[in-house]
């Protein structure tokens, strides 16, 4: 797979983990070499993946945890 700066992401011994209550039926993740993180559809684990950076991983779950992506209450 090819991502930012034609940077080659093997995803062929990616270990896919998913959240403990929905196994299978969630987004998955896989901590991939050089700090790459990709996600995927647990439904459709052959579709595709999408695969950040370490810095875009990184503003991603900082914004989880300052709660960015909070629904209005």
Do not use: C, Y
């Amino acid at each position: 797979m090819s991502i930012q700066g034609n940077t080659n992401v093997d995803l062929t011994n990616a270990t896919w983990r998913s959240s403990g209550e929905s196994a299978g039926d969630s987004v998955q993740v896989a901590l991939l070499a050089d700090g790459h993180v990709g996600l995927r559809n647990g439904k459709d684990p052959d579709g595709p993946v999408l695969v950040f950076t370490p810095a875009e991983w990184a503003a991603f779950t900082a914004g989880v945890h300052d709660g960015e992506f909070d629904r209005p209450k």
